[in-house]
């Protein structure tokens, strides 16, 4: 699977203007040929990697491989107005008596208008629900995940409620209204 | 030959009023005969879009809103959002606001056990713990009273940098009497429940999961550790003042719903633990005496210094999450409950992504119910220990 990817690391090497210091995990990502670029750490010292969304299965495959074994939390966020919605996956090694255990966080940056990415439900199982979630605040499809419908909203809600630039409606009998 | 008590599949609809659906959850069950072949929760029936909410009100307007995630743990809830823009300022907390947040946490997880233990009780055909389970859990709220001013939820007392008022007189004296009439009575629960052969024959084998399922769906908490995992974010963080106490992770292996009651049954016990070291110990001790200390030796007292403060640094209103974003996390008596914050210098956070405990460990509900009879369905959805305040926000 490792060898599929490659080629896609050519696209994000124009970010040269800030340039991060890979860590453990990014390093070891690009030891093995899988493209990803190394953002900023986290404010916790968590290392944050940015994926494209084609490579987004192999690398969590090999991370799967590489131990990170939980998926303790998937979400999205919006990046602002007319930027980037984001599907971060926060992954962590789980095991007896850990007591300083092995974090990533991996972030997807996808387009507004036409948010689409794989699915990891089939890797970790946790991404069920989460993914639906996120689907349902975002409209962000998972492609793949055996289940996407909307999950906390009324099935027939229009509108992602999450984004910044949804509009509430003024009560809510205007959803009959369409 | 013709088997003749062939039967088409029958689906039947469980909730979302029933009592036994704890809260407003609706399981959607397709049977074969006794046989449940498949299950399909519907959610969101109490949805609030709380992390909605959460991006227009600054912290301390948003604290009172929390404890209605899970409304039988409102502490914890009111903990995890603290200590997301606090650790995201890097405010320090002090050893005694600490210390009492410990004290809060750890009877919050009794009662949260409590709770779970009389419905899922119920659920399996004993009534009777429901209420004994009431009647200690009203001394946790009559400490939360006089602590907080509110029972139930609604408890406000977690600010950033410390606790919103130090404890009253005489409180740690009633938490130790709470201590010392509680430990008798998780015995006396332990005598009537668990080598009762009706209570055992009922959850014994039932809704098992396996070590590597339950790490693949990302259960937490007693679920994770009733499947053999020994993951306690107590123990894996050391956040708050946890490593300076003396207790154990329990854990079992079966991963059945016998184990999870096992594990619910002993935390209670570890928090009872950690509650007398943590009234033992507190910086500062007694308020009464801390306050005496305090008049007797005036304004240069050590009395007065940080780490006896119940509040380190006072927000004001206006305080504004620094740019940056992380994922804090603690252990909940349901598992674990985290926050995804981003902040932008603003008063009101970017995201506030809440990941709860309960959310995330019903997910696997469908598949362990899968192949088990209808009669099961309760007693397995009781093992998980849902509240549907925290699962749909």
Same mark, same amino acid.
């Given at each position: 699977?490792?060898?599929?990817?490659?080629?896609?690391?050519?696209?994000?090497?124009?970010?040269?203007?800030?340039?991060?210091?890979?860590?453990?995990?990014?390093?070891?990502?690009? !030891?093995?040929?899988?493209?990803? @670029?190394? $953002?900023?750490? &986290? /404010?916790?010292?968590?290392?944050?990697?940015?994926?494209?969304?084609?490579?987004?299965?192999?690398?969590?495959?090999?991370?799967?491989?590489?131990?990170?074994?939980?998926?303790?939390?998937?979400?999205?966020?919006?990046?602002?107005?007319?930027?980037?919605?984001?599907?971060?996956?926060?992954?962590?090694?789980?095991?007896?008596?850990?007591?300083?255990? !092995?974090?990533?966080?991996?972030? @997807?940056? $996808?387009?507004? &208008? /036409?948010?689409?990415?794989?699915?990891?439900?089939?890797?970790?199982?946790?991404?069920?629900?989460?993914?639906?979630?996120?689907?349902?605040?975002?409209?962000?499809?998972?492609?793949?995940?055996?289940?996407?419908?909307?999950?906390?909203?009324?099935?027939?809600?229009?509108?992602?409620?999450?984004?910044?630039?949804?509009?509430?409606?003024?009560?809510? !009998?205007?959803?009959?209204?369409? | 030959?013709?088997?003749?008590?062939?039967?088409?599949?029958?689906?039947?609809?469980?909730?979302?009023?029933?009592?036994?659906?704890?809260?407003?959850?609706?399981?959607?069950?397709?049977?074969?005969?006794?046989?449940?072949?498949?299950?399909?929760?519907?959610?969101?029936?109490?949805?609030?879009?709380?992390?909605?909410?959460?991006?227009?009100?600054?912290?301390?307007?948003?604290?009172?809103?929390?404890?209605?995630?899970?409304?039988?743990?409102?502490?914890?809830?009111?903990?995890?959002?603290?200590?997301?823009?606090?650790?995201?300022?890097?405010?320090?907390?002090?050893?005694?606001?600490?210390?009492?947040?410990?004290?809060?946490?750890?009877?919050?997880?009794?009662?949260?056990?409590?709770?779970?233990?009389?419905?899922?009780?119920?659920?399996?055909?004993?009534?009777?713990?429901?209420?004994?389970?009431?009647?200690?859990?009203?001394?946790?709220?009559?400490?939360?009273?006089?602590?907080?001013?509110?029972?139930?939820?609604?408890?406000?007392?977690?600010?950033?940098?410390?606790?919103?008022?130090?404890?009253?007189?005489?409180?740690?004296?009633?938490?130790?009497?709470?201590?010392?009439?509680?430990?008798?009575?998780?015995?006396?629960?332990?005598?009537?429940?668990?080598?009762?052969?009706?209570?055992?024959?009922?959850?014994?084998?039932?809704?098992?999961?396996?070590?590597?399922?339950?790490?693949?769906?990302?259960?937490?908490?007693?679920?994770?550790?009733?499947?053999?995992?020994?993951?306690?974010?107590?123990?894996?963080?050391?956040?708050?003042?946890?490593?300076?106490?003396?207790?154990?992770?329990?854990?079992?292996?079966?991963?059945?719903?016998?184990?999870?009651?096992?594990?619910?049954?002993?935390?209670?016990?570890?928090?009872?633990?950690?509650?007398?070291?943590?009234?033992?110990?507190?910086?500062?001790?007694?308020?009464?005496?801390?306050?005496?200390?305090?008049?007797?030796?005036?304004?240069?007292?050590?009395?007065?210094?940080?780490?006896?403060?119940?509040?380190?640094?006072?927000?004001?209103?206006?305080?504004?999450?620094?740019?940056?974003?992380?994922?804090?996390?603690?252990?909940?008596?349901?598992?674990?409950?985290?926050?995804?914050?981003?902040?932008?210098?603003?008063?009101?956070?970017?995201?506030?992504?809440?990941?709860?405990?309960?959310?995330?460990?019903?997910?696997?509900?469908?598949?362990?119910?899968?192949?088990?009879?209808?009669?099961?369905?309760?007693?397995?959805?009781?093992?998980?220990?849902?509240?549907?305040?925290?699962?749909?926000?």
């Amino acid at each position: 699977m490792a060898e599929d990817t490659k080629n896609n690391e050519n696209t994000p090497e124009t970010e040269e203007n800030k340039p991060v210091p890979a860590g453990p995990v990014a390093s070891w990502l690009s !030891e093995n040929g899988f493209a990803g @670029v190394a $953002l900023e750490p &986290d /404010n916790l010292g968590v290392e944050v990697i940015k994926l494209e969304p084609e490579v987004l299965i192999p690398i969590a495959t090999a991370l799967y491989a590489y131990g990170f074994n939980y998926l303790q939390c998937q979400g999205g966020y919006d990046a602002g107005p007319g930027k980037e919605l984001v599907s971060f996956y926060h992954l962590v090694k789980v095991g007896d008596d850990i007591t300083q255990p !092995e974090e990533v966080r991996l972030k @997807v940056f $996808l387009p507004r &208008d /036409n948010p689409k990415l794989p699915s990891v439900y089939w890797i970790w199982k946790a991404a069920d629900w989460q993914e639906r979630e996120t689907y349902d605040m975002y409209g962000i499809e998972y492609e793949g995940h055996p289940n996407l419908k909307r999950l906390l909203m009324p099935e027939d809600w229009k509108g992602w409620p999450m984004r910044k630039d949804y509009i509430s409606p003024d009560f809510y !009998e205007i959803q009959d209204a369409y | 030959m013709k088997i003749e008590t062939r039967t088409e599949p029958m689906v039947l609809n469980m909730g979302p009023h029933h009592p036994s659906m704890h809260g407003v959850l609706r399981l959607i069950v397709t049977l074969d005969g006794e046989d449940i072949i498949d299950c399909e929760p519907v959610i969101g029936y109490l949805h609030r879009g709380m992390e909605k909410i959460a991006e227009n009100r600054t912290n301390v307007m948003f604290v009172p809103y929390v404890s209605r995630w899970d409304y039988a743990a409102g502490m914890f809830n009111e903990a995890i959002t603290v200590n997301a823009p606090e650790k995201l300022a890097g405010i320090e907390v002090p050893k005694r606001a600490s210390y009492i947040r410990v004290i809060m946490l750890e009877l919050n997880r009794i009662a949260n056990h409590l709770l779970w233990l009389g419905p899922f009780l119920a659920d399996v055909g004993a009534q009777t713990p429901f209420f004994y389970i009431f009647r200690e859990r009203e001394m946790i709220y009559d400490l939360w009273e006089a602590a907080t001013g509110q029972r139930l939820i609604n408890n406000n007392y977690f600010r950033i940098g410390g606790v919103a008022a130090d404890l009253p007189y005489g409180w740690i004296d009633k938490c130790h009497d709470f201590c010392d009439y509680f430990m008798p009575v998780v015995d006396e629960y332990e005598r009537l429940i668990t080598n009762n052969p009706i209570f055992r024959r009922r959850v014994e084998g039932i809704g098992t999961i396996s070590r590597e399922e339950a790490i693949n769906w990302g259960l937490s908490g007693p679920m994770l550790r009733g499947s053999g995992v020994k993951w306690d974010l107590r123990r894996v963080d050391r956040y708050e003042c946890y490593d300076d106490f003396d207790w154990e992770v329990q854990w079992e292996t079966a991963g059945d719903c016998l184990a999870r009651y096992l594990v619910r049954i002993r935390e209670m016990r570890e928090s009872v633990k950690i509650l007398r070291q943590a009234l033992d110990s507190i910086p500062g001790g007694p308020f009464e005496n801390l306050e005496a200390k305090r008049m007797a030796e005036g304004p240069k007292s050590e009395w007065n210094g940080f780490d006896y403060q119940f509040s380190g640094k006072r927000i004001p209103p206006t305080f504004k999450i620094p740019a940056g974003e992380h994922y804090v996390r603690l252990e909940s008596g349901k598992g674990e409950l985290g926050v995804f914050i981003i902040g932008n210098d603003n008063v009101f956070p970017w995201r506030f992504k809440i990941r709860p405990a309960d959310f995330n460990n019903l997910q696997i509900l469908p598949h362990i119910l899968k192949g088990m009879k209808v009669a099961d369905v309760v007693a397995i959805l009781g093992s998980i220990d849902v509240i549907m305040g925290s699962v749909d926000r």
